[in-house]
């Protein structure tokens, strides 16, 4: 049974920071391409961030400077630092994992306000 589980979101002010994390079970981890994604009510769930296997990683433009993504294969974790965070980043952020099939978790919360 594959489980992502998310934690780490909560509320923070304008320029403050939040560390995500993702923690999975049931995958072989290491293989697994892994991303972040968000979603505000109403609109479409968004990309974020991307890292493949290899540790390569990309950014939606939004994001790129203030956030990283990162993965610890030994944990079978992967992480959003997300800094110098806006009040635009608010929203539900989702794990993805992908390889034949993909696989979601339940998302967490992040709200940036004063």
């Known amino acids: 049974q594959v489980q992502l589980v998310e934690s780490g979101g909560g509320l923070v002010q304008p320029g403050g920071s939040l560390r995500l994390s993702c923690a999975a079970s049931?995958?072989?981890?290491?293989?697994?391409?892994m991303s972040w994604f968000r979603q505000t009510p109403g609109k479409q769930r968004e990309w974020v961030t991307s890292?493949?296997?290899?540790?390569?990683?990309t950014y939606t433009d939004s994001v790129k400077g203030r956030f990283t993504i990162s993965r610890d294969n030994a944990k079978n974790t992967v992480a959003l630092q997300m800094n110098n965070l806006k009040p635009e980043d608010t929203a539900v952020y989702y794990c993805?994992?992908?390889?034949?099939?993909?696989?979601w978790g339940q998302g967490t919360q992040v709200t940036v306000s004063s």
């Open positions: 890292i493949a296997s290899s540790g390569f990683t």
């Open positions: 993805k994992a992908t390889l034949n099939l993909a696989y």
């Open positions: 049931g995958i072989t981890f290491s293989s697994y391409f």
